[in-house]
């Protein structure tokens, strides 16, 4: 149905809300029916994965199952690649960050195709063992949700920011049927920062999609069932915090590294091609990394921890070899982030999230494992498993308090509440000190679109360069003689002029203030040029620097307008301190209103 017929049917509800339903209420009815949607977006996709995975090894041999685990992968991969290239015009855009930029730079607006693009793709790519988890996809298929609701609905912009927080929530509170989680994800993770007021809508969206979840036999990815943890093992979670926080910047480093790596790489098949054996390679050797990975993550919590070696090429040890048990796990640990950005540098889609639940429950084994072996100090594995996912969580996603609280509700209660909190806060320390930015953020703070230690520089870091700029400047070509310049200036409205080239190139400015003395010597009209009058400009700004970065220059300076060209030295306008000025009062209203 067009738009513009769907804006007509809905304007008699519309106009009928407004006189009986005040907004608060109208707010909260919304953030009900954004907790259902995610929540039944979550577990269609959850549902139909597991399904679809039994569907395509219930044919395979068991002798088989490891290189059918091999090979499956780059089928997924593809998938999503084709899917993409027919359905979404070759642009796929996955994970949190892009939400953060749209909420950040584009008014809290997301394209239409994140409604089905990211399940879509997380199905084809997950379904058939892409080393990634769903939750990213999921989260921002909610956030989609959260806000075309409210395009379609007229609803404002600090609201339509909100009901995205809604949906990203809900997603992930129906994923692990964890609501308090899926509200503290979308506060610390995607909004950054909230009033008060507003937490009532996340927390109704969020239970609401943990209500469907649980009606609808989702369940959830692991459980463990605890009661109590040992006192004298607090030494060891103080450890555990640092080993977490340690792989927590290994994690982050080792993924930029290789987005770098992918993003300089050509041809969209040679990607799937690369990506997909390199990661087939990888499960072949570490079956442990095929999927999400939560499987695995079970039966350690379960106390099966032999289970690791299913059907690789150590299963014909059994669990008889120990040392061969923690090489796989310690493989997987460290492998588990090249898999995850193979899978994402081929075409696939998925998200950090529960690679690092995965490679948290991992890490956490092989450290209780070794203490149990040293002999040093007993201490029960499966806290350690849980820990290490929470510690894990705060490092790579920098949210320390949705990891206390997903680990603590998908435990059965809060036990283990205490150790949870000296972890997650001790890696989340540490890593933030190696490395001030999440997995999400730290793109976006370096390309200077958010900054969030501080409310001025966040609102600054919002604004667009090029939206900005002013190009009313008139130009002036450099063989121009004086007596064209002065005809120049008497039609202009502003006092300094760019000198371009032919190809548009910035080569100088002129300034009525530096040839005012020449303007009445007309004997010189003719033989002087602007080439003999323009000066270099105090400083040049390119369109990828920051506003920061750009108030600093205008500082430095002590500018009022300084020239912006792009990579090839091309001009395309000024950036004036007032305009930069205007542009953050007008952030500053958006965020109050």
């Given at each position: 149905?067009?738009?513009s017929?769907l804006?007509?049917l809905l304007r008699?509800?519309l106009?009928?809300?407004?006189r009986?339903?005040n907004?608060?209420?109208?707010?909260?009815?919304?953030?009900?029916?954004?907790g259902?949607l995610?929540?039944?977006t979550?577990?269609?996709?959850k549902n139909s994965i597991?399904?679809?995975?039994h569907?395509?090894f219930?044919w395979?041999?068991?002798?088989?199952?490891v290189f059918?685990?091999s090979l499956?992968p780059i089928?997924?991969?593809?998938?999503?690649?084709?899917?993409t290239?027919?359905f979404?015009?070759g642009t796929l855009?996955?994970g949190?960050t892009p939400?953060?930029?749209n909420?950040?730079r584009?008014g809290?607006?997301?394209?239409?195709s994140k409604?089905?693009?990211?399940?879509?793709?997380?199905?084809?790519?997950v379904?058939?063992?892409?080393?990634?988890g769903?939750?990213?996809?999921?989260?921002?298929?909610?956030?989609?949700?959260?806000s075309?609701m409210?395009?379609?609905?007229?609803i404002g912009?600090r609201e339509?920011?909100l009901?995205?927080?809604?949906?990203?929530?809900?997603?992930?509170?129906?994923?692990?049927n964890?609501p308090?989680?899926g509200v503290?994800?979308?506060v610390e993770?995607i909004?950054?920062?909230?009033s008060a007021?507003?937490?009532?809508?996340?927390?109704?969206?969020?239970?609401?999609a943990?209500?469907?979840?649980k009606?609808?036999?989702?369940?959830q990815?692991?459980?463990?069932?605890t009661?109590?943890?040992?006192?004298?093992a607090l030494?060891?979670y103080?450890m555990?915090?640092l080993?977490?926080a340690?792989?927590?910047v290994?994690?982050?480093r080792?993924?930029?590294?290789?987005?770098?790596?992918?993003?300089?790489q050509?041809g969209t098949?040679?990607k799937?091609?690369?990506?997909?054996?390199?990661?087939?390679i990888?499960?072949?050797?570490?079956?442990p990394l095929?999927?999400?990975?939560y499987?695995m993550?079970q039966?350690?919590?379960?106390?099966h921890?032999?289970r690791?070696a299913?059907?690789?090429?150590?299963?014909?040890?059994?669990?008889?070899?120990v040392w061969?048990?923690l090489?796989?796990?310690i493989?997987?640990?460290?492998?588990k982030v090249?898999a995850?950005?193979?899978?994402?540098?081929?075409?696939?889609?998925g998200?950090m999230?529960?690679?690092?639940?995965?490679?948290?429950?991992m890490?956490?084994f092989?450290?209780?494992?070794?203490l149990n072996l040293?002999?040093?100090?007993?201490?029960p594995?499966?806290?350690?498993?849980?820990?290490?996912m929470?510690?894990?969580?705060?490092g790579?996603?920098?949210?320390p308090?949705s990891?206390?609280?997903?680990?603590?509700?998908i435990?059965?209660?809060?036990?283990?509440?205490?150790?949870?909190?000296?972890?997650t806060?001790?890696s989340y320390l540490v890593?933030?000190?190696f490395?001030p930015y999440s997995?999400y953020?730290?793109?976006l703070v370096?390309?200077g679109?958010?900054?969030?230690?501080d409310?001025d520089?966040?609102?600054?870091s919002?604004?667009?360069?090029?939206?900005l700029l002013?190009t009313?400047?008139i130009p002036?070509?450099p063989d121009d003689?004086?007596?064209e310049l002065?005809?120049?200036?008497?039609h202009a409205?502003?006092?300094t002029?760019?000198?371009?080239?032919?190809d548009s190139?910035?080569?100088?400015?002129?300034?009525?203030d530096s040839?005012?003395?020449?303007?009445?010597?007309?004997?010189h009209y003719?033989?002087?040029?602007?080439h003999e009058?323009?000066?270099?400009?105090?400083?040049?700004?390119h369109?990828?620097?920051?506003?920061?970065?750009?108030?600093?220059l205008?500082?430095?300076?002590?500018a009022y307008?300084?020239?912006?060209?792009?990579?090839?030295?091309?001009?395309l306008g000024?950036?004036?301190?007032?305009?930069?000025?205007?542009?953050?009062?007008?952030?500053l209203l958006?965020?109050?209103?």
């Open positions: 149905m067009p738009k017929r804006h007509r008699p509800l106009l009928w809300r407004v009986h339903i907004d608060r209420l109208y707010l909260i009815i919304l953030s009900i029916l954004v259902v995610a929540g039944l979550a577990v269609v996709l597991h399904f679809s995975q569907l395509i219930e395979v041999p068991e002798q088989y199952v059918a685990r499956y089928i997924g991969i593809s998938l999503s690649v084709l899917f290239r027919w979404l015009g855009s996955r949190i939400i953060i930029y909420i950040s584009q809290s607006i997301i394209p239409r409604l089905y693009s990211q399940i879509v793709t997380a199905f084809f790519t379904t058939f063992g892409g080393s990634a769903t939750e990213a996809p999921i989260s921002v298929t909610g956030a989609a949700i959260g075309n409210a395009r379609l609905l007229h912009r339509r920011r009901l995205v927080g809604c949906g990203a929530a809900a997603g992930v509170a129906a994923i692990f964890s308090i989680a503290l994800f979308a993770a909004l950054s920062e909230l007021p507003f937490f009532i809508p996340l927390l109704i969206s969020s239970a609401t943990t209500v469907v979840s009606a609808l036999y989702a369940g990815p692991f459980v463990l069932i009661t109590s943890w040992p006192v004298e030494p060891y103080l555990l915090a080993f977490t340690l792989l927590s290994y994690m982050i080792v993924y930029f590294m290789a987005d770098k790596f992918w993003e300089k050509t098949f040679r799937v091609l690369l990506g997909g054996t390199l990661l087939g990888l499960v072949f050797i570490f079956p095929y999927g999400e990975g499987e993550v039966f350690l919590l379960n106390g921890p032999e690791i299913d059907g690789s090429l150590f299963s014909v040890y059994g669990d008889q070899s061969l048990l090489a796989v796990a493989g997987s640990v460290l492998f090249f995850t950005t193979f899978t994402f540098g081929a075409g696939g889609n998200g999230f529960g690679s690092s639940l995965f490679v948290g429950a890490a956490g092989v450290y209780a494992r070794f040293s002999g040093v100090h007993p201490v594995e499966v806290h350690f498993i849980a820990l290490g929470a510690g894990m969580l705060a790579v996603v920098h949210a308090l990891a206390i609280f997903l680990i603590a509700e435990t059965g209660g809060y036990a283990l509440f205490v150790p949870l909190m000296v972890v806060s001790c890593a933030k000190y490395e997995v953020t730290r793109k370096k390309q679109v958010v900054m969030h230690q409310r520089q966040g609102l600054l919002q604004l667009d360069l090029r939206a002013q009313d400047f002036v070509h003689t004086l007596g002065v005809n120049v200036f008497r409205t502003r006092n002029f760019p000198v371009l080239d032919k190139h910035l080569l100088g400015i002129v300034s009525l040839v005012r003395d020449a303007l009445f010597d007309d004997e003719t033989t002087t040029h602007v009058l323009m000066r270099e400009p105090a400083a040049t700004i369109a990828t620097d920051s506003i920061l970065d750009t108030l600093h205008l500082e430095d300076h002590d307008a300084l020239p912006v060209i792009n990579a090839d030295g091309r001009y000024f950036i004036l301190r007032t305009s930069i000025l205007a542009g953050y009062r007008r952030q958006r965020e109050v209103q």
